[in-house]
């Protein structure tokens, strides 16, 4: 489209709509809305924020616990809370974890966290989260990944190119592959999010992400010159 579009979706505007899988869920009155990991290998822990939203009309008291699935002594003991009609509450916890198995992109560990809300003896929500422990930071001009040094060798393509994005699993995962077997270990995301499906695929294959956002475009495709774009940007 010549000058016509009036929003920043991205490299890939002529798949422009709804491009990722769509889900319709129900949820209890009382429910898990949110759930974040933090991991850090410096401190050897795990932080967990729950945001649990009260749809109902009435004050009503629930407790939350978890465990890690596949590491038994990592357990989020039960907590009680009480939250008013039609507010969302926030549950944290620091639980310190000295032995994880580190995900790094020779060896991407991958654990499950799994959430669950109470009313009283009845299970009312839960919910499973994958997480990899590890840690990215920099010091300087160097990256570290888990504590070790490393040197950023990365890839880029645009979304729909190739099959990168995860449309086709089968085809994205073998690309990837492709890549680490090119001692690839961080892929740039260009011109825009890709699909769901794709940050999956890397997290099991093993890949850094650079992730970034929808605002590619050019003078020709995107209407600029119209208040509405800058509205939308």
């Known amino acids: 489209p010549q000058n016509k579009i009036l929003s920043p979706v991205g490299m890939d505007f002529s798949s422009y709509g709804i491009w990722d899988d769509v889900f319709i869920r129900a949820y209890p009155l009382v429910h898990i809305s949110d759930v974040q990991i933090q991991t850090s290998v410096r ?36 907590r009680p809370i009480q939250i008013p009609p039609a507010q969302v509450r926030t549950v944290s916890y620091e639980i310190p974890w000295p032995d994880p198995k580190l995900w790094d992109y020779e060896e991407p560990n991958l654990y499950h966290l799994e959430l669950k809300l109470n009313s009283g003896e009845d299970v009312i929500d839960k919910t499973k989260e994958r997480f990899g422990f590890r840690e990215f930071w920099s010091e300087g001009i160097y990256f570290y990944l888990n504590g070790k040094k490393m040197i950023a060798r990365a890839a880029s393509n645009a979304p729909s190119r190739y099959g990168f994005w995860g449309k086709n699993i089968e085809r994205s995962k073998k690309n990837l592959e492709i890549l680490k077997e090119l001692n690839t270990n961080m892929f740039r995301t260009h011109g825009q999010p890709f699909r769901k499906s794709f940050y999956d ?8 992400i650079v992730a970034e956002a929808p605002l590619w475009n050019d003078e020709t495709t995107y209407r600029l010159e119209d208040e509405e774009f800058w509205k939308n940007y």
């Not at 939203?53 to 003991?77: H, M, Q, R, Y």
């Not at 695929?201 to 850094?208: F, M, P, R, S, Y």
């Open 43 to 78: 401190a050897r822990t795990i932080k967990v924020k729950a945001e649990l939203k009260n749809d109902s009309a009435e004050t009503t008291e629930v407790v939350l616990s978890g465990s890690v699935t596949e590491a038994p002594g990592i357990i989020f003991p039960p």
């Open 201 to 208: 695929l890397a997290d099991e294959i093993g890949l850094l």
